[in-house]
């Protein structure tokens, strides 16, 4: 007499520290942009673990992106992790000169 047992894994993997959206500024025309990586964990396990980015990448300045990681068990189950990164340029005041070429204000 032989018996199965046959059990379903239906439960998602979890994600914790998924960050939140980052907004970084720059000076120049691109930035390396860095963040701590989320974590994954299943109750069987973590199969496949994919980001479309990295920590470290170099991004342009004045641009915005959305950053996914998709984890999955061996069962197919999946979970996503995804925030905003946007990099902005900082904006430079250059003193008014005056009709004799001086600073304002002064």
Same mark, same amino acid.
């Given at each position: 007499? %032989?018996?199965?047992?046959?059990?379903?894994?239906?439960?998602?993997?979890?994600?914790?520290?998924?960050?939140?959206?980052?907004?970084?500024?720059?000076?120049?025309?691109?930035?390396?942009? %860095?963040?701590?990586?989320?974590? %994954? *964990?299943?109750?069987?396990?973590?199969?496949?673990?994919?980001?479309?980015?990295?920590?470290?990448?170099?991004?342009?300045?004045?641009?915005?992106?959305?950053?996914?990681? *998709?984890?999955?068990?061996?069962?197919?189950?999946?979970?996503?992790?995804?925030?905003?990164?946007?990099?902005?340029?900082?904006?430079?005041?250059?003193?008014?000169?005056?009709?004799?070429?001086?600073?304002?204000?002064?």
């Amino acid at each position: 007499v %032989f018996s199965f047992l046959l059990i379903l894994d239906v439960t998602p993997p979890q994600v914790q520290n998924c960050p939140a959206s980052i907004v970084e500024r720059s000076n120049s025309l691109q930035k390396d942009i %860095f963040w701590t990586e989320p974590t %994954f *964990t299943d109750n069987v396990e973590v199969a496949t673990i994919q980001s479309n980015r990295q920590p470290g990448f170099s991004m342009q300045t004045y641009t915005s992106l959305t950053v996914q990681y *998709t984890a999955s068990d061996a069962a197919g189950n999946t979970v996503y992790c995804t925030f905003n990164i946007t990099l902005e340029g900082k904006l430079h005041c250059v003193p008014l000169k005056n009709s004799e070429g001086q600073n304002e204000g002064e």
